[in-house]
Structures are given as C-alpha cells and as structure tokens.
Nanobody
C-alpha cells in the first residue's frame, strides 16, 4: 500500500517561510519522481515543482521560481518543498505526488497522491 503524507502546512504572514514535507511509504522511493501541486478554491490543480529520482534535476512553475525549492532525501523517503517569500496567491492546498515521468508537470502523469496540506498566507 503506497502512502504519501504531507505535513508542515499552516498559517503564515506574507513574506514568511514554510517547509512542507512528504513522507512516502510502500514504494521504492528513489525510483519515483516527486512532484508538488497546489489547488486553490475554484481553480484547477496547478503544478508547483518536481524533483527527479535524486536531486540531479528540478523543475519549477514560473510563479514560484526563485522563491520555492524542492528537494528530497532518499535515505528518509521524504520530499520537501521549502517556500520562501510567501504571497497571498500562494494560499492553496498543497499535494505531494509520486510518478515515473521525469520533469512531469501534468497531474495525470503521477501515480500516487497525498491527502494535501493547507497553506494560508495572510496579507
């Protein structure tokens, strides 16, 4: 049984920072690309960032480039999303996903998903 569990969401003021974690179990972690997506009320699920099987390559949405950093620790079966300089527009439910396609930005390319964690950025 594959399980992805996000943590680290919460309330933060604009300009602040937050680090999300995604703990994976039930899969060979290093064999999967890890992605982060977010979904705000009334909007489609949006690509945020992805990291390859190790930290050799990352891809970011233009909206978060330079502010967010995606990483992974294969020894801990955990992916991370470090979010700095947060803006109110970053408010959303953030989802961790695991898939096999490198640098995939489309949600359908990912096989497994976490339950999501709420991030709210106040003005």
């Amino acid at each position: 049984q594959v399980q992805l569990v996000e943590s680290g969401g919460g309330l933060v003021q604009a300009g602040g920072s937050l680090r999300l974690s995604c703990a994976a179990s039930g899969l060979t972690f290093r064999s999967y690309v890890m992605g982060w997506f977010r979904q705000a009320p009334g909007k489609e699920r949006e690509f945020v960032a992805t990291v390859n099987y190790s930290d050799e390559g990352t891809t970011y949405a233009d909206s978060v480039k330079g502010r967010f950093t995606v990483s992974r620790d294969n020894a801990k079966n955990t992916a991370y999303l470090q979010m700095n300089s947060l803006k109110p527009d970053d408010s959303a439910v953030y989802y961790c996903a695991a898939g096999r396609a490198l640098a995939a930005t489309a949600p359908w390319k990912y096989n497994f998903w976490g339950q999501g964690t709420q991030v709210t950025v106040s003005s």
